[in-house]
């Protein structure tokens, strides 16, 4: 299950024209299994405490989330919210999590999609009747004691359906019927849904919108499943479905949602033995480029809190750095920073190197203007056993204002950013100053994914050069650096 986001709040700063900003999440009340360790204690007590949960509210609120939805509100025949049908999963004489959130999102003027699973558990099955039945008197619960709540916006149905080759009649029918209750129980609500599989999804095929047409629901948040790893190298197949989808959502009456993925995997991949820990922010970055490209009117990502965790924050697991890091990382791309902003820039498709068309000395051209897609396959990558020695000759002296080569990362095929960099300039070819020395771009979950990162130099003084020389190495003959380009600003 991914984050979902909504259009940016006063409180984030304007993106370019176009990049949309995460400004929503879910919200993951239970510990089911080993992918929640970042996200849930595993003791109820701690995991159900309302001030963490309140606390949590205004750490996503001060990063742009403006709207959260309740993954579930019941697990395992225990509520999270004061039930009369279940008995509870939190201490007796204690605010319920799900009010803490609510009382929080209230005060802050966020939106809450109230959940309606889980009758059972996350394995729901909406082909079951009395999945349905139970699941409908959540609804009527929750209506009765939330239902007037100036947060509430609607309802998010918890039936994270398959899309291969499209959505069966079953998932139509079954959404449909807790639709029906949602406007019942709460007339002029909205209701969500997210299912996965456009990796496999006959998009071509008409039955497809077909299907789609038929379920009565106001929004549709796609999983974008990077993070799952359905293949190998999904990224470009994800960009090429996600526009076929927004040109399928023009003619349905359905708001078109993206739902990016920010985890990847400590141990194996899609496993419930495995923990969700945060994914590089390149990756994260192209897949918010992405989203905000294809037509989708919000982007959402699945796991905000926990995975993206501001410094300090009360953690599972005692805040890992990586956590804070990703966080911080995020902050800065929102804050405008430039090494993001560049890279930005690129997965956008419209940077032109400024250095384009001058001399390499290498076979391959670094400077032709042409980035590879995250594949280490992709014709655009020129490739380098365990170190790299390149010099851009830009025809004659300029002042150098930036220097920014990129790379990409990917484990399983020992491909990976320069451990130790230095990058030079010089105005005669002899003669050499460094302007750089230390470690390539930094990584650290790179166990399964493949994506890229630029080594952001900024040359405060626009010191005056012709060649731009980058020496990269990796330590090992047996590894691989791969390079697209050799970004050089004047």
């Known amino acids: 299950m991914a984050l979902a986001l909504s259009l940016a709040p006063s409180c984030v700063k304007s993106k370019p024209a176009g990049i949309m900003p995460v400004t929503g999440t879910w919200i993951n009340l239970a510990w089911q299994d080993e992918r929640n360790n970042y996200m849930n204690f595993r003791d109820e ?71 309606c699973g889980w009758a059972q558990n996350q394995l729901d099955d909406v082909g079951n009747m ?73 998009l071509d095929n008409p039955k497809f919108g077909e299907q789609l047409a038929k379920i009565d629901v ?110 911080a990382n995020y902050q800065k791309w929102l804050d405008g920073d430039p090494h993001w902003k560049l890279l930005e820039s690129v997965f956008t498709g419209n940077y032109r190197n400024p250095a384009k068309g001058s001399k390499v000395s290498w076979s391959k051209e670094l400077t032709d203007g042409k980035f590879g897609d995250e594949d280490p396959n992709a014709p655009e990558w020129a490739r380098f056993q365990g170190n790299m020695d390149v010099t851009v000759d830009l025809g004659r002296s300029r002042n150098i204002k930036t220097i920014a080569p990129r790379f990409l990362n990917y484990s399983p095929d020992k491909v990976f950013f320069p451990k130790t960099l230095e990058v030079l300039i010089s105005e005669d070819g002899t003669s050499w100053d460094s302007v750089y020395s230390g470690e390539g771009p930094c990584h650290t979950n790179d166990r399964w994914d493949c994506w890229t990162d630029i080594q952001y130099i900024a040359l405060a003084q626009e010191p005056l050069a012709r060649y731009v020389r980058v020496i990269g190495d990796n330590g090992s003959k047996w590894t691989s650096i791969e390079c697209d380009e050799i970004i050089v600003e004047f």
């Open 130 to 202: 009395d999945v349905v039945r139970r699941q409908c008197e959540i609804m009527e619960e929750l209506a009765a004691l939330y239902g007037d709540r100036p947060s509430f916006e609607g309802w998010y149905l918890p039936i994270e359906d398959c899309l291969i080759p499209y959505l069966p009649d079953r998932s139509v029918e079954g959404i449909n019927r807790l639709t029906a209750k949602a406007h019942e129980v709460t007339p002029g609500k909205k209701t969500m849904v997210a299912p996965w599989g456009i990796f496999g999804a006959d």
């Open 45 to 115: 007590e701690k995991n159900t405490n309302p001030q963490m949960w309140a606390d949590k509210m205004r750490e996503l609120h001060e990063i742009g989330v403006d709207w959260i939805a309740f993954d579930q509100v019941a697990n395992e025949g225990k509520a999270y919210y004061p039930s009369t049908i279940m008995p509870h999963h939190y201490p007796q004489g204690r605010l319920s999590p799900v009010e803490a959130i609510l009382n929080t999102c209230d005060e802050l003027g966020m939106h809450v999609y109230l959940s």
């Open 218 to 327: 106001d929004i549709i948040a796609y999983q974008d499943e990077v993070g799952c790893v359905r293949e190998r190298f999904p990224m470009r197949r994800m960009k090429r479905n996600f526009r076929k989808l927004g040109d399928i959502h023009k003619n349905l009456d359905l708001e078109f949602w993206v739902n990016i993925e920010n985890f990847t995997w400590d141990r194996g991949t899609n496993n419930w033995y495995s923990t969700l820990i945060p994914a590089e922010f390149g990756r994260y970055l192209s897949q918010i480029v992405s989203a905000s490209t294809c037509g989708a009117k919000k982007i959402m990502s699945f796991s905000v809190y926990a995975i993206y965790d501001k410094p300090g924050a009360r953690h599972p697991l005692g805040q890992p750095q990586e956590s804070a890091r990703a966080y």
